[in-house]
């Protein structure tokens, strides 16, 4: 399976050879080193885990430092100054796995034409009422309504003299991980660190986003 960590930067347009116009999003991805490679025997399920973006050392804390430290030293920087941003780990079978702690992955694993998922963490938008959190259409414009126009309406029957569980109401709304999936790759620039997928990904500009193909 081929999975790369990344970040959204933003969304235009990519015409096609064939002049068509298809509207894309671009994901700075890589590279990638990988952390730690699990197997079933240590840890009871196979997985690799990678590590992408640096920050400053004293900025996190001493397992995580400790935790990176051969990976870093793997591609040749001081893991006393600097550390990984992001850690993530994919599921992976043992005989697919092929990874080793230090190796470093970059877009050169997709090519134009796959299909991928890509999580990420949606848009944090607070507190919404039902209108903008669920769609809801209000109340009546006119006929006498008077300062209720987004309010949510009845809430249930008097007969029960409680609100069922899983009733849409005002809450918090957004700052969810979303996954899209079948999103083909249109363009992929190893030396920018570029890949292109159609379509839009979830998550602000700038934020992590995790690309698993096939």
């Known amino acids: ?41 240590s840890d009871g399920y196979s997985a690799v885990q990678v590590g992408f973006g640096r920050r400053k050392a004293h900025t996190t804390s001493l397992p995580v430092r400790g935790h990176s430290k051969a990976a870093l030293e793997a591609v040749g920087e001081d893991a006393e100054k600097t550390s990984f941003r992001w850690l993530r780990e994919f599921r992976q079978d043992e005989t697919e796995s092929s990874a080793s702690v230090g190796d470093t992955l970059d877009v050169s694993v997709f090519a134009v034409g796959d299909e991928v998922r890509v999580s990420g963490i949606t848009k944090g938008k607070g507190f919404q009422g039902g209108v903008k959190r669920h769609g809801f259409s209000g109340a009546s414009k006119s006929h006498g309504t008077k300062h209720a126009h987004r309010e949510v309406g009845s809430i249930g029957a008097t007969g029960p003299q409680r609100v069922f569980k899983g009733r849409k109401m005002p809450g918090r709304m957004g700052s969810n991980r979303v996954t899209v999936t079948n999103l083909d790759v249109v363009y992929v620039d190893p030396e920018q660190q570029v890949i292109a997928v159609k379509g839009a990904v979830p998550g602000r500009r700038g934020c992590l986003v995790e690309i698993q193909g096939k």
């Open 1 to 41: 399976m081929k999975f790369l960590l990344g970040t959204k930067e933003y969304m235009t347009q990519i015409f096609t050879e064939e002049g068509e116009m298809v509207p894309v999003t671009i994901l700075r991805a890589g590279p990638a080193v990988v952390t730690q490679v699990k197997s079933d025997t």
